[in-house]
């Protein structure tokens, strides 16, 4: 029997207008077991998605709490791409500044010039 986590899940995705397919692939990607997310896709569904058998499961699966730790890592890659995307404003603010910097230097360079 498939987990009832991840079929409520699946008909979630599919309640947001998700295709069944892709909704089992972004939990395939997330790191969700390929042959459970399937089964609940099955029992979700009643069909196949794929042509390829059930491969059997490992002998241990990782359970919930494992797999959060394993989660945690990614939040951590994560939270430095959001710095790297701060960089990237700070970097544009600072071009910002040095071209206003630059044309107010020389808007003082003309009003010296022509006022003589």
Known sequence: MARQDLIAALRNALER???LQEAVQS???AGY?????EEAAVELQGKRLSKRPFAPLP??????L???KGREGSEEVEEGVKGKQLSKKGK???IMIAVIIVLIAIITLLVIIFRK
Not at 33 to 37: A, S
Not at 59 to 64: A, E, I, N, R
């Open 17 to 19: 207008g998700e295709t």
């Open 27 to 29: 939990f395939v990607n």
């Open 33 to 37: 077991n390929e042959r459970e997310v």
């Open 59 to 64: 002998v241990s699966v990782p359970t919930p």
């Open 66 to 68: 494992e797999e959060k």
């Open 92 to 94: 544009k603010i600072f």
